[in-house]
């Protein structure tokens, strides 16, 4: 092995003084730096001191380690931006090859230090790695672990979508990859790309509850949820789902449902989704139709928010699938964070950011992710229409 000409080059040794220069300058201008981050100096400061023991190195005889602030930001400038570690080389003066090594790292100790904020839990079921978030209430950090915290739930959705018995809207979108090597056509799709799933489940007020990322391209959008221990749970009703209650004027009781839209998962007592065929207007089934489209585009403006925010997701990811995960789980973990109080609300979500019902007009007005996100964007999974059970089409009756 021949010996190297340089042990770093002259334009990455004056970091520390231009580098230091260009973060000093964003630090002065809060927008600036908002932009850049896509957060608060708080929150950054927040993050450093949580993630600092864990990603710190040692300094030597030889040279000072990248300081965790460095790590940091050029991580959130790879997930808000989805420039190739060559490009990040050249702006922040750190090698691409180091770049490679820590940015993994970094965002699975984003994970480890904002668990308080999901709580996951991971294990791998070959050749799929799935991560499972729980509710996560807003000012307590405990998880819910029974029926009482799962109504609180399906209250914030009935309270502010007027959806009674609602424990969560979900779905799931490709993320587009390159393909990995010698993986031939496990990642490959229906729309003709290599790509992995990420599948969500997600509360009233915009927060992941549930998380899995990894599925496979290939697998059949309804085997999707069959992959996770969520939907192996909610099969063998191991959720701790509340017993059936009657709706408000009603004497039937009824089950509490996930909410999803047209998509490959089937209709059963506890997934709903709206009636497929044309309805007449005014209606009490397109009205339900209604109802249940207004309360599912929660998750639906979550992934819209990610995709603009982090606009990793608007390109294929030229890095290995591995990368790809934890880069995704980040940004979920950080989705969650940015949304725990008002503040960090007001700058990860700005008015307008989101879809907003006009009563006066009876329209809904677009939110400005719509305008952000672009045809490379997470793509929806495939929609294909199967015969549901008798009993599931019967609790779907009772919301008419």
Not at 59 to 87: C, E
Not at 138 to 165: C, M, R, S
Not at 210 to 216: A, E, H, L, R, W
Request: aromatic share 10%.
């Amino acid at each position: 092995k021949g010996k190297k000409r340089l042990w770093v080059r002259p334009y990455l040794a004056r970091r520390q003084v231009l580098s230091s220069t260009l973060w000093n300058d964003l630090c002065l201008d809060d927008f600036l730096f908002q932009n850049f981050t896509r957060m608060s100096r708080s929150d950054f400061e927040l993050l450093v001191n949580k993630l600092g023991p864990i990603i710190i190195k040692e300094t030597t005889n030889m040279r000072d380690p990248i300081p965790v602030t460095t790590k940091l930001a050029i991580t959130l400038k790879f997930l808000a931006t989805g420039d190739s570690y060559r490009s990040l080389m050249y702006q922040f003066r750190v090698s691409n090859s180091c770049i490679s090594k820590f940015i993994p790292t970094v965002c699975r100790a984003i994970g480890e230090v904002l668990h308080e904020f999901i709580k996951c839990e991971s294990y791998e079921c070959e050749p799929i790695v799935n991560w499972v978030c729980l509710p996560v209430k807003e000012e307590k950090k405990e998880l819910p672990t029974g029926p009482e915290d799962w109504k609180q739930v399906a209250h914030d959705y009935e309270a502010i979508w007027n959806f009674p018995h609602c424990l969560g809207a979900m779905d799931g979108k490709h993320i587009r990859i390159k393909c990995p090597k010698k993986a031939g056509s496990h990642y490959f799709n229906y729309k003709k790309f290599h790509s992995i799933v990420l599948f969500a489940v997600v509360d009233a007020h915009y927060r992941f509850l549930y998380v899995n990322v990894g599925c496979q391209g290939r697998i059949s959008d309804g085997g999707v949820v069959a992959h996770t221990s969520f939907g192996r749970a909610l099969d063998e009703n191991r959720l701790s789902i509340p017993s059936p209650e009657p709706l408000s004027g009603r004497k039937k009781k009824k089950r509490h449902t996930f909410l999803l839209q047209m998509t490959p998962f089937p209709l059963t007592e506890n997934i709903l989704k709206p009636y497929a065929c044309d309805l007449i207007k005014g209606s009490p089934k397109r009205v339900c139709n209604y109802r249940i489209s207004r309360a599912r585009r929660v998750v639906e403006n979550v992934f819209g928010l990610l995709s603009s925010v982090f606009r990793i997701f608007q390109r294929s990811m030229e890095i290995d699938v591995e990368t790809v995960k934890c880069a995704t789980l980040a940004t979920t973990y950080l989705h969650n964070f940015l949304r725990r109080n008002k503040y960090a609300r007001q700058i990860y979500t700005p008015p307008g950011s989101l879809d907003i019902d006009d009563t006066a007009s009876n329209t809904t007005i677009p939110g400005t992710w719509r305008q952000d996100t672009n045809g490379d964007s997470f793509t929806p999974l495939q929609k294909k229409q199967e015969k549901a059970p008798t009993a599931a089409e019967l609790n779907r009756d009772e919301f008419t």
